[in-house]
């Protein structure tokens, strides 16, 4: 994506275990002769996009902010304000300074044109987060949210180029696999994103992630309990309003399917059932690796520029 | 299955479209030389298997068990006790007599070793209900469900052999897709054999189907809410006591996949969370087209003929 | 593609059985209000793609030509120049003007600077003549080719929008199959195109094409025999030399996949294994909806223009 | 498969790296208890099943066989009688006594009734094989083969449970993949069975392997030079005699596709094609896994048992 930017001149490639490799060697679909280098703390560059295993970050940032660039960091590291939640979902501490503007432009689009550090949020978060933040924080609503119970779908991808056995094509197709439920990580993001805490939450929050049979995208399924029936299309008109400025968020008339944005960076979403007792039904597609990762973060590069958030994404 | 069974002398195949076809020509998978005939009101074989589109049943089912057959159908004709909620899910009218006991061998199973008219259980409805039953049947329970939200990925065989564009490779293939959310035909048998029903529910239940990238299977994740907070071990114990003696239910100590109970009769539970606020997450696994369709028919049938309920079946 | 090609402005769309459908509404995937309308014989724009059931464009382009247009056609009605091959392979009479250039921009890309008409080829075609030609039509051949033996695999997206049965999910997962072995109706268009014909060929060439368990792209194996051992290295440095002008080709060193090119317009090509009898194994790789398909009608079209023949296809 | 087998006792497990693990624990789709132990020399159970990497049943089959005991060994090790072949196809040395009857029924079964030591054949290898056996093997043959082009299409189970990062899901779906183009190991297995030798080949042969998105199966797609050109209908009659008595081999009408032998033993065979050049296009189906691996290994059990040869297959 940076690569055919218009904006972009990209500049180096990092790695760890693959340095020295062309980039086209690890990824023969691509046309680029680039090397990976191991980094040994330049700051020739800009902007810093790292995609690092959790923790690393940390390490890296300071320095890096010092020097006055740029950094646009896709790892849990610098999300959470807790540092306690920090501590109990990523088992690892961090002091209370280490957080960064949440890479969300739909909620936190003023935000990220003023400042310098950007952290991206999680894929699954993306699709739960925009979801149902019309609801919790959309300036007109009227109703109160007691509980949502998710299941997301994800595909394979999230989980990076792995060699896991769990992931082989022989053990995946023709299959579906729930994990880490009610223990995701990307649990307190999601509640932080929604003005509320996985500590102390304002509503009951229980998810559940899997893996299918796909590679690409992420189809999140919320089950949001009401303090009162609700009007199906009351409900659109509050969402079509929320997203009235954000180019990459469909509010559909149909059904939405993880099909429908492969590829993109768009986020569709689909009000699919309001019951009599106060439930809501709203589905959700993303792809896991445009607006669920890379898309968002060069979607944030684009405000933080100034330039159309668009660039480079369509 | 039938060819295959010990005590089952296959003597006829019927068939609407595909007479006088072989049966071998239309599943070549299958070594199978007989031929599908078109249905005449015999009545020369002792049991009937019937599998025909919604309302078909209806007409033919009271000839049969006047003649003194054995009937197991495989529609939703049959199941529903309340002709008010067969007419809302099914669009269609039928006489409060037209009921059969509801083939759920772990459920009902006494019953069905008495009767001769099984009405075989829906897919999706075998799969939520075992998953739940411990929790409203079990005769030790002390927990009280207050709602359940449920999340179910079928296979697409579940559809029939079909050739419609939805379902064709290039649209499924690394796809998945919620339909009926909230209106789904099982909802009122999943109800009903819970011991409540859709109309005077004693529970909020929300259930959304989603079909994916696979040809079998039904995974179905039960957001369960109770009235206070469950220990997980002891949920545990009420479900393998409830199950003691159901020889095709594993309550499994790791996370169930599709792939564990693929072109098997078993129905795999795993409790996968419960929460702090009484939040409980139950996964099950089955192979729609065994357990949740033409297995448990054959199950039914061996407790109807007062054989071992797993012959013919492992 | 034309939505996004920078010197393209859509002007209609047409249809048979879609008319009056909106573009989004058949495909979700895209953001284009445009209407399907019926074709009334209007001929305001200046270029006219055709992709209609073989036959139709028989009717429709003498009236596009006589006004002006340019027209590209993908189907096979305009490809072969011999009439008597294309009753045998078609099952359709034409008559010998039928015939327009053949839009293999690899080959005949001086001829297609200055025509108005051009027949797009076939994909299976595509994939084996640009795997083949470098040792038929190169310049510095030195070996003859006494047969090829052929077995390409097509994603299911080769037989369209497909609602038949053989073509469903359920069928096509895990799933091989050939088809039309030794007389699929690509085989004229590849023996022309290599210059020779199926009538009275000057190499033995048959051809096995199969369907396999993916949406996109066409692997073909290309066995070969020569009149005598070759040196892998030559044969790399003929076809390297063969395509240093084509943008889309790829000669590469480690074998391809169909991963490699998928979503892309290229062509990549391996030279696999030479063998001391004369065997020669060549493997190439395309994407049959872009370089097989829709990619190609705009490399041809962007020839026709006089513009640059990467743009909008990188 | 052996715990259902009626006349076999499954005694014990063996492995290296997952000794201690419970079967069920590495296959929760199986029913099984049974423990995974270091293998020790143990000789108390009648027939031994090796499936082992390459190189290692040589070390073990020789005291196996001094204790009286019957061996099905599953790897390369055993199959060629060239020592030469064996270390450029193994890169490993043998001894020239190192050679265990070649198991395939459909051609050496009077030999298999009567020995102890059983090398199974490769995969790829009994597709081929029994795909072209008829042509140089059948007494009644008036053809000659003058060269065999084969492409062979696998499932990625063929490479065992892997956690190879180019087996993963993520790379697998949507792909195809040649490899060992022209070297596989398989070649030489082909030879001797055919009747020649790799070395010294009565006719060219050259075989390209690939894997494809899918989890079991193999397609072959023989094509198949012959002196002259052949009836369709007289190659069919060969096959259907040479077959007569081998109850897995069909000769099939129809074009055959791996999910009609899916999860069984058998192979499909179909003459799909004659040229007037004298080309022959052969495809045939095996599941890879049963025919090509376990299922075979069982029907040589079987035979060398005396007991019938469909035992526990069907």
Redesign the interface.
């Known amino acids: 994506m940076l690569l ?1 930017h218009p904006w972009v001149e990209l500049r180096e490639l990092y790695a760890f275990s693959q340095v020295g490799k062309h980039a086209s060697e690890l990824y ?2 691509l046309d680029c002769d680039m090397i990976y280098k191991s980094y040994n703390g330049e700051t020739e560059s800009d902007i810093y996009f790292l995609a690092l295993p959790h923790g690393e970050a940390l390490q890296l940032v300071p320095a890096l902010l010092q020097a006055g660039k740029s950094v646009i960091d896709l790892s849990g590291d610098f999300r959470l304000k807790s540092v306690i939640e920090h501590e109990q979902f990523y088992q690892q501490t961090k002091s209370p300074e280490a957080v960064m503007t949440y890479g969300m432009p739909e909620l936190f689009g003023n935000e990220i044109k003023s400042v310098k550090a950007i952290s991206n949020p999680g894929c699954f978060a993306t699709s739960i987060i925009l979801g149902a933040a019309p609801l919790l924080l959309g300036s007109e609503r009227s109703l109160k949210v007691q ?1 949502i ?1 998710c ?1 997301s ?1 994800s ?3 999230g989980a990076g ?5 769990e ?13 880490k ?3 995701h990580q990307h649990t307190p993001e999601i509640m932080q994103a929604l003005g509320t805490s996985a500590t102390t939450p304002s509503f ?1 929050f ?1 998810f ?1 992630p ?1 893996i ?6 992420i ?1 999140s ?1 919320l ?1 949001i ?1 009401l303090d009162k029936p609700a009007d199906r299309e009351e409900i659109k008109q509050l969402y079509r309003k929320f997203y009235r400025n954000a180019p990459f968020v469909r509010v ?1 008339e ?11 960076n768009r986020c569709d979403i689909h009000i ?2 309001t ?1 009599r ?1 106060g ?1 809501l ?1 709203i ?1 959700t597609a993303i792809d896991n690796l445009l607006k669920g990762a890379a898309g968002q973060a060069v979607q944030n590069m684009n405000i933080m520029l100034g330039i159309d958030e668009t660039t480079g994404l ?1």
């Open positions: 055919q023969p679909a509980a119970n299941t779908t595909g394979i991808s180029r792995s060699s896991k056995t992931l082989s094509f022989s053990e995946m197709s023709e299959n579906v696999r729930a994990y439920v009610g223990v009951d229980t559940t899997m299918g049979a796909l590679v690409r995208g189809y399924i089950h309990q559909c149909n059904m939405t399917e993880v099909k429908h944005v492969y590829r993109t699919a059932h019951g007792s439930s039904v589905v369509s």
